[in-house]
């Protein structure tokens, strides 16, 4: 069978396609899973931003699939229905398949639209699926499956248990399968792996847990040491590292660590997400050897430096310290940084701002931390993605604005406080963190200097966007570039 597989091109604002354009892992997993004498092409739409349709017009046509895959995120579930839309017409006899995370967690939002949804891990019920075409049997047993009943309505078969991991369950992405290239992190190649899969925390804002329970698996070296080869040998020099939380196993981590420095494969710039408690903790040792596994950037669940805010996150406990036999020791931002600075590493600082509680003060609080111990803010919204407890806390209290999906891409604000509107709260962090991100150029100038000689000024320009000469003149030039940015950003969200 052929099949073609999507991922969406919608980004957000801290995605600066100039500068940042990573390939969707699940699809080439998904690639690698399906039985070897499937056709499959993987196209990650966010290397065709700008022609949409017409690259998906041209691979339709190229491909004749008989099966079309899209991963979706729920703020572009409007694009993945436009595109189903468009699919259907261009070629009414395929088959239409969506997984990722909106389509497990809001199934519903799917059934009628597409033929079918697939929830929770999809290597194997994918695999399944095509099977079941192919011989043309039943699909209703398939775990993990939601389809047309052909005696009428959507029904869902029963959930799938989630993958161990071991070596026989999924086997390696396939790469190979891409039809589109691009791909980039500042000029350098970028791939993605993954080492591990779940978490066992539980915060409130996070989908995981609704997704696949509180659990961690994990792959084996030998395993991840060829795949990231893999990604080596097909150009990639800078890799992200998607595990939901690599740091639950600090002693596996540094093993892993080691393990990449004596394969010789630190030549490549790794970024990863971690959580602070494990690298405060754990900093004096663990950082080094991330240093030497040639790690770069850190992507720190910060989430608040607010103890209120924490809590409402349900993000305490992996954000305290804990001194030698485990007593807490207050909140373990700092340490963390300290120890991922004092190893060369810079910090990417993930906060959430806006939560139901704060006020302008709690929100600069946290703006004034970014600008002083962060090297790149990555700082959200609070947003109500479905089946989150957080979801349900916002919606019961009537924070939330409006359900324009596409607008809850983490920094368009979308929920309110108590005390301040939304549209306010985005303009705090708006105005503040274009200039935190600003202060960075002249390290990534230093790290690649030729991207960013020859794609700087487009990098600040997306920055800056909103603000003109026109603004200056205004009485509140800051407020006359914010209306301007969110006109330009609605335009940007029409991919389709
Ligand atoms: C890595 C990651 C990123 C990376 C890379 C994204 C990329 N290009 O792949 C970066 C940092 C860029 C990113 C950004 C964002 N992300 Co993100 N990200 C993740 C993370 C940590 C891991 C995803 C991953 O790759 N997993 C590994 C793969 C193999 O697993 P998977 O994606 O789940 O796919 C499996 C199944 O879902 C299914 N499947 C997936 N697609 C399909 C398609 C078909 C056809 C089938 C059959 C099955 C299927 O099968 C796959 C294999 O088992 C998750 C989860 C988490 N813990 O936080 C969030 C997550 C996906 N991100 C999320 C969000 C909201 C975003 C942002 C909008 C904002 C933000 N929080 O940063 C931006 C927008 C990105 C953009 N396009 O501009 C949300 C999505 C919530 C939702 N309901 O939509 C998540 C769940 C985090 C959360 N807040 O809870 N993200
Ligand atoms: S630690 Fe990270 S992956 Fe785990 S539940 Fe919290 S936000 Fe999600």
Same mark, same amino acid.
């Given at each position: 069978?052929?099949?073609?597989?999507?991922?969406?091109?919608?980004?957000?604002?801290?995605?600066?396609?100039?500068?940042?354009?990573?390939?969707?892992?699940?699809?080439?997993?998904?690639?690698?899973?399906?039985?070897?004498?499937?056709?499959?092409?993987?196209?990650?739409?966010?290397?065709?931003?700008?022609?949409?349709?017409?690259?998906? +017009?041209?691979?339709?046509?190229?491909?004749?699939?008989?099966?079309?895959?899209?991963? /979706?995120?729920?703020?572009?579930?409007?694009?993945?229905?436009?595109?189903?839309?468009?699919?259907?017409?261009?070629?009414?006899?395929?088959?239409?398949?969506?997984?990722?995370?909106?389509?497990?967690?809001?199934?519903?939002?799917?059934?009628?639209?597409?033929?079918?949804?697939?929830?929770?891990?999809?290597?194997?019920?994918?695999?399944?699926?095509?099977?079941?075409?192919?011989?043309?049997?039943?699909?209703?047993?398939?775990?993990?499956?939601?389809? @047309?009943?052909?005696?009428?309505?959507?029904?869902?078969?029963?959930? @799938?248990? /989630?993958?161990?991991?071991?070596?026989?369950?999924?086997?390696?992405?396939?790469?190979?399968?891409?039809?589109?290239?691009?791909?980039?992190?500042?000029?350098?190649?970028? +791939?993605?792996?993954?080492?591990?899969?779940?978490?066992?925390?539980?915060?409130?804002?996070?989908?995981?847990?609704?997704?696949?329970?509180?659990?961690?698996?994990?792959?084996?070296?030998?395993?991840?040491?060829?795949?990231?080869?893999?990604?080596?040998?097909?150009?990639?020099?800078?890799?992200?590292?998607?595990?939901?939380?690599?740091?639950?196993?600090?002693?596996?981590?540094?093993?892993?660590?080691?393990?990449?420095?004596?394969?010789?494969?630190?030549?490549?710039?790794?970024?990863?997400?971690?959580?602070?408690?494990?690298?405060? +903790?754990?900093?004096?040792?663990?950082?080094?050897?991330?240093?030497?596994?040639?790690?770069?950037?850190?992507?720190?669940?910060?989430?608040?430096?607010?103890?209120?805010?924490?809590?409402?996150?349900?993000?305490?406990?992996?954000?305290?310290?804990?001194?030698?036999?485990?007593?807490?020791?207050?909140?373990?931002?700092?340490?963390?940084?300290?120890?991922?600075?004092?190893?060369?590493?810079?910090?990417?600082?993930?906060?959430?701002?806006?939560?139901?509680?704060?006020? %302008?003060?709690?929100?600069?609080?946290?703006?004034?931390?970014?600008?002083?111990?962060?090297?790149?803010?990555?700082?959200?919204?609070?947003?109500?993605?479905?089946?989150?407890?957080?979801?349900? +806390?916002?919606?019961?209290?009537?924070?939330?604005?409006?359900?324009?999906?596409?607008?809850?891409?983490?920094?368009?604000?979308?929920?309110?406080?108590?005390?301040?509107?939304?549209?306010?709260?985005?303009?705090?962090?708006?105005?503040?963190?274009?200039?935190?991100?600003? %202060?960075?150029?002249?390290?990534?100038?230093?790290?690649?200097?030729?991207?960013?000689?020859?794609?700087?000024?487009?990098?600040?320009?997306?920055?800056?966007?909103?603000?003109?000469?026109?603004?200056?003149?205004?009485?509140?030039?800051?407020?006359?570039?914010?209306? %301007?940015?969110?006109?330009?950003?609605?335009?940007?969200?029409?991919?389709?």
């Amino acid at each position: 069978m052929n099949v073609l597989l999507l991922s969406m091109p919608d980004s957000f604002e801290h995605m600066a396609p100039v500068a940042v354009r990573m390939p969707n892992g699940a699809l080439t997993s998904l690639a690698g899973n399906v039985d070897p004498h499937h056709h499959v092409a993987v196209a990650d739409l966010i290397l065709a931003q700008g022609r949409v349709a017409a690259t998906v +017009d041209r691979l339709v046509a190229e491909h004749e699939p008989d099966v079309v895959g899209l991963s /979706v995120m729920t703020f572009q579930r409007r694009t993945a229905l436009k595109l189903i839309a468009r699919i259907r017409e261009q070629r009414p006899a395929a088959r239409i398949v969506v997984g990722g995370y909106d389509p497990s967690l809001a199934s519903t939002a799917y059934e009628g639209v597409a033929d079918f949804v697939v929830r929770g891990e999809g290597e194997i019920t994918f695999r399944e699926l095509l099977r079941a075409l192919e011989s043309q049997t039943s699909v209703c047993g398939i775990a993990g499956l939601g389809y @047309r009943d052909p005696a009428g309505g959507f029904r869902y078969a029963a959930d @799938r248990p /989630v993958s161990s991991l071991d070596e026989a369950a999924i086997k390696p992405p396939r790469r190979a399968a891409r039809v589109l290239d691009g791909y980039t992190l500042l000029g350098r190649p970028v +791939d993605v792996i993954e080492t591990s899969r779940g978490c066992t925390f539980d915060c409130s804002f996070c989908s995981i847990i609704e997704m696949r329970g509180r659990n961690f698996h994990t792959y084996d070296f030998r395993r991840i040491l060829d795949d990231i080869r893999d990604c080596r040998d097909r150009g990639a020099r800078a890799l992200f590292i998607v595990d939901d939380n690599i740091t639950l196993d600090v002693k596996r981590f540094a093993a892993l660590c080691e393990a990449i420095a004596d394969a010789g494969l630190q030549d490549i710039d790794y970024a990863v997400q971690a959580t602070t408690a494990s690298i405060a +903790d754990h900093g004096a040792t663990l950082a080094p050897l991330m240093r030497k596994a040639g790690f770069r950037y850190v992507f720190l669940g910060i989430e608040n430096v607010l103890d209120a805010d924490l809590g409402f996150l349900k993000a305490s406990a992996k954000n305290t310290k804990h001194e030698k036999g485990g007593r807490r020791a207050g909140n373990a931002t700092l340490t963390a940084i300290e120890h991922l600075h004092a190893h060369g590493m810079f910090v990417v600082g993930g906060l959430i701002v806006g939560n139901p509680g704060d006020t %302008r003060d709690a929100i600069e609080a946290n703006l004034a931390f970014a600008r002083e111990h962060v090297d790149w803010p990555y700082i959200q919204h609070p947003t109500p993605y479905p089946g989150t407890p957080m979801t349900t +806390d916002l919606r019961d209290r009537g924070l939330v604005l409006h359900d324009r999906l596409e607008e809850y891409d983490g920094t368009t604000a979308v929920v309110r406080t108590e005390a301040l509107p939304a549209e306010e709260i985005e303009f705090l962090r708006w105005r503040a963190e274009r200039w935190m991100k600003l %202060r960075h150029f002249p390290k990534a100038l230093r790290h690649s200097p030729g991207f960013c000689l020859r794609h700087g000024a487009a990098m600040i320009r997306h920055t800056f966007r909103g603000a003109s000469p026109r603004n200056w003149l205004s009485r509140n030039p800051a407020r006359a570039a914010f209306a %301007r940015y969110r006109e330009l950003r609605a335009l940007e969200r029409e991919y389709v």
